[in-house]
């Protein structure tokens, strides 16, 4: 069974930065092949994708774009997402997300509070 431990989330400034984390374990099949990807979640509204990767590739929210950076670490299993100048509208609960062997697995959420 994969666990995703997500930290990293807190209060910050509007343009100001955090880091997510989401690290994986539990699971001999975890790979540098899975789709990663970073969610969220505004109270009142859906969940929606910020950011995913797979090998090389990467796709990013048209809101987000030019401002986060995800990222991993394939030896720590862990993938990670840059957030710079962020916006009051950034804020949410942040979810991790895995694909391992066709299979999605989640993080608990990290929850982001932006100031203005």
């Known amino acids: 069974q994969v666990q995703l431990a997500e930290s990293g989330g807190g209060s910050v400034q509007a343009g100001g930065s955090l880091r997510l984390s989401c690290a994986a374990s539990?699971?001999?099949?975890?790979?540098?092949?899975?789709?990663m990807g970073w969610y969220r979640q505004a109270p009142g509204k859906q969940r929606e994708l910020v950011a995913n990767?797979?090998?090389?590739?990467?796709n990013y929210a048209e809101s987000v774009q030019g401002r986060f950076t995800i990222s991993r670490d394939n030896a720590k299993k862990t993938v990670y997402l840059q957030m710079n100048s962020v916006k009051p509208e950034d804020a949410g609960v942040y979810f991790c997300?895995?694909?391992?062997?066709?299979?999605?697995?989640w993080g608990q959420g990290t929850q982001v509070t932006v100031s203005s």
């Open positions: 997300m895995r694909r391992v062997r066709g299979h999605d697995y």
């Open positions: 539990g699971s001999p099949f975890i790979s540098s092949g899975d789709v």
């Open positions: 990767m797979y090998v090389k590739t990467t």
